[in-house]
């Protein structure tokens, strides 16, 4: 049986959208069924297997990229693809304007009649001020009393007071303001308060102690600070442990949310403990690739869970001359998605590419066999494709090196993220796709999806990220588990069960810690 969760979430953008009322949504949401049907079959099998501890914020709808079909003699340069039949949309492809995610930050309506490439589509989708996801749909779970570790049993205690807490906040939210559409999340900042941000606060003072004290401030960076928790479990720690440190410490958010950075100004007014805090903050609210500050003062950069969306470029290869293929959106009259391949990448394509290559050695993975045996092979099999599985590459992630090396070339990067996510969709470096309807998540298969409504998330390959960061910046860095690094930095006692379980150390097996040395 179809779910009914899929159903009433279709109907009700079908509802407030007539854009999305066409055939190929209806195809659409055929593939999310399915999904939705191996997704319950995954969870069954999943109930009966040992708890896996990997992280991720669950929530979905479907796409239209994908291997096959016979590609015209007249597309010399471009390919459309898909895994289903589509329309010839090879008159529009040429006739319709090529626009970015920057020039659609003023439109307040999802644009027709356009293409772009990947990274623009992405980042519109979750950024666009208008209708963006994180512009409108995030809400941040907020646990309230920090969890107190010691007094529970083991981890399943915790899961269980946990999803307690989970769903009262959200039928605290519901009462003020019902939704079926609520993006609801949570990041180890608020499942760990204060004790996470109190080990990077260790990780901080040591630190600042070793190289630039007493000449110069401690001036903190944080991107993406989602409700400002991690900003106040620092400062706070700071001013109880160092107030010498503390006297010296300035602390800058930068939000490109008009809404988190709302948010994070209330938080530092919402108690007396907090709005001690008021003179050493300042919240900037713009995106990072905006900025042109010069910033010469040595400073710590902290970015956690950012990483993840950060927008890609999606590449196949061509499997008989192994030559790149740049994926590029195109939207029709009616809101709906189709996918091409140009062998002629955009400059920023072009150089994360070059980079990549030169900074590893060439030693990195592809979607595609690398030796001669392998791809005749795969050439050999019934309907075998002409292009390759998608590679998503992190075009946005080079980019935001850049900023840092041009604009904050004394920096010190302090960096958490995940170096694999299951469910994801199709490819090398793939996203999870999802999003959430009456609470419940709903995963579909592409990041061709009603923008806005769907989080786009994507792991982090550290040994590549690790390498490009040092080419471009030309410092050191140094990659731990999660666990490594609070074992290090955190009183792990603080947040262990009386099993002897501690979630701290192993929620977060699938995420890495990256900073400069």
């Known amino acids: 049986m179809d779910s009914p969760i899929v159903t009433q979430l279709f109907r009700q953008l079908f509802r407030h959208h007539p854009a999305c009322q066409s055939r190929r949504n209806l195809a659409t949401l055929?593939?999310?069924?399915?999904?939705?049907?191996?997704?319950?079959?995954?969870?069954?099998?999943?109930?009966?297997?040992?708890r896996q501890h990997h992280q991720h914020r669950s929530y979905a709808t479907r796409g239209r990229s994908g291997p096959g079909g016979n590609t015209p003699k007249s597309e010399a340069n471009w390919q459309q693809r898909s895994e289903v039949f589509q329309h010839d949309m090879s008159e529009e492809f040429m006739k319709y304007p090529m626009v970015t995610a920057m020039d659609l930050r003023g439109k307040k309506e999802r644009p027709r009649r356009v293409k772009m490439l990947m990274r623009d589509f992405i980042e519109d989708s979750l950024?666009?001020?208008?209708?963006?996801?994180f512009s409108k749909q995030v809400v941040i779970f907020s646990p309230g009393?920090?969890?107190?570790?010691?007094?529970?049993?083991?981890?399943?205690?915790?899961?269980?007071l946990l999803s307690r807490r989970y769903v009262e906040f959200e039928n605290n939210m519901d009462a003020v303001s019902p939704s079926d559409t609520r993006q609801l999340w949570y990041t180890p900042t608020e499942l760990f308060r204060p004790y996470y941000g109190e080990?990077?606060?260790?990780?901080?003072i040591a630190n600042y102690k070793l190289t630039t004290y007493p000449y110069h401030?401690?001036?903190?960076?944080?991107?993406?600070?989602?409700?400002?928790?991690?900003?106040?479990?620092?400062?706070?720690?700071?001013?109880?442990?160092d107030p010498a440190v503390y006297a010296r410490t300035k602390y800058k958010i930068i939000e490109i949310s008009t809404q988190l950075a709302t948010l994070q100004s209330s938080q530092l007014m919402k108690n007396t403990a907090a709005r001690g805090h008021a003179d050493k903050v300042e919240i900037i609210n713009q995106s990072i690739f905006d900025w042109t500050n010069p910033v010469p003062s040595p400073c710590f950069f902290l970015a956690f869970e950012?990483?993840?969306?950060?927008?890609h470029d999606i590449i196949r290869y061509d499997m008989k001359t192994q030559k790149p293929m740049q994926g590029m959106v195109?939207?029709?009259?009616?809101?709906d998605f189709y996918d091409f391949y140009t062998p002629h990448l955009d400059p920023v394509a072009a150089r994360y590419i070059r980079v990549r290559d030169a900074a590893t050695g060439g030693q990195y993975k592809v979607p595609y066999p690398t030796t001669r045996m392998g791809r005749w092979l795969a050439a050999q099999k019934p309907l075998a494709a002409n292009l390759s599985d998608p590679e998503y590459i992190p075009t946005r992630l080079m980019q935001f090196f850049e900023v840092l090396g041009r604009y904050f070339p004394a920096h010190r990067l302090l960096t958490s993220d995940?170096?694999?996510?299951?469910?994801?969709?199709k490819g090398l470096n793939a996203p999870i796709v999802q999003t959430r309807f009456q609470r419940e998540p709903v995963p579909v298969t592409t990041p061709l999806v009603h923008q806005g409504y769907f989080d786009i998330m994507f792991p982090t390959n550290f040994h590549t990220a690790e390498a490009t960061y040092q080419a471009i910046t030309g410092k050191l860095t140094r990659v731990l588990t999660h666990e490594e690094f609070m074992r290090r930095w955190a009183y792990v006692e603080e947040t262990e069960t009386q099993s002897g379980e501690n979630p701290l150390l192993t929620w977060y097996k699938n995420a890495s810690v990256m900073f400069t040395v």
Not at 219 to 234: F, S
Not at 306 to 311: C, G, L, T
């Open 30 to 50: 055929a593939t999310a069924l399915q999904d939705v049907r191996r997704q319950h079959l995954s969870d069954q099998r999943s109930h009966r297997q040992p």
């Open 127 to 133: 950024y666009n001020p208008n209708y963006g996801y």
């Open 145 to 160: 009393e920090p969890f107190d570790f010691p007094s529970l049993y083991d981890e399943l205690d915790f899961h269980a």
């Open 199 to 204: 080990a990077i606060a260790r990780y901080l």
């Open 217 to 241: 401030d401690l001036i903190i960076y944080e991107m993406g600070a989602g409700r400002g928790t991690l900003m106040l479990n620092i400062l706070d720690y700071i001013r109880e442990v």
């Open 306 to 311: 950012v990483f993840d969306n950060f927008a």
């Open 330 to 335: 195109l939207i029709d009259d009616n809101g």
């Open 418 to 425: 995940f170096h694999s996510l299951p469910g994801a969709v």
